[in-house]
């Protein structure tokens, strides 16, 4: 496996062994990996010639300094799970490298802005849309994969790729979970021990709306019931919980029969802020 830091070098080397008749799968990621990053690598190797991960911890993405000084950085770590994975190239540039210039250019993701992520992280997703962009013209991969967790920048991706025409297919992969059902994330590293008990409460409030919503009750009074069973845990300070379009994210009032509903959720416990989400 080859690590490359500087953009201009990593181009070239793809220029040279990227032909025709290879396809190249790219898994753009923030480091501080775990076995859902690796889940998504096995399967860019099972499906392309090359793989490229990136490792990249995007400062425009950050709209709290204090979460940017705070993520994990592992890239030895990072490295070596990667290249028992299958990986072939990673490319781990420093912000200098990504942004010789501060950018100016502003995208618009639409409604996308306006709820859930966009509404709580506000400038997030510009930050999203230009690292991704980025990496999707030095890369040019025929194929970008990311998971369902993150299912907003999911959308923000799909729109950057059909609004830009950018020749890829975005490939999405089920969340990976742990035993006890809580999405793994890098920030899960962050959590003592006491809040990694709690934690998984998270995904069971998600599985218990979603048979609420499946037997009959409504959007309001799901929401309503979600909301008094996170005011009693004092643990825990929630964000949002929305049911939503899963293509659009927009909020709905009622579950979708044309269409997949999502359920989302964002909650802080303790100083980690966690989010999560389930389809049907």
Known sequence: M????????????????????????????????????????????????????????NPLQFNNPDDLTKYPRTLDEDCAMLEAAGCDLVFAPSAEDMYAQPPTLKLDFGQLEHVMEGAFRPGHFNGVGIVVARLFHIVQPDRAYFGQKDLQQVAVVRRLVEDLAFPLELVVCPTVREADGLAMSSRNRRLNPQERVLAPLIFRTLSEAKERLLAGQTVADVKQRVREQFARQPEFSLEYFEVADARSLQPVAATLSDGQTALCIAANLGAVRLIDNVLF
């Open 2 to 57: 080859l690590l490359f830091t500087a953009p201009a070098d990593l181009k070239s080397h793809l220029e040279e062994i990227h032909g025709p008749k290879t396809t190249l799968g790219l898994l753009p990621t923030m480091g501080a990996l775990h076995n859902g990053h690796l889940e998504l690598m096995r399967r860019a190797v099972a499906e392309n010639d090359l793989t490229v991960a990136s490792i990249f911890v």
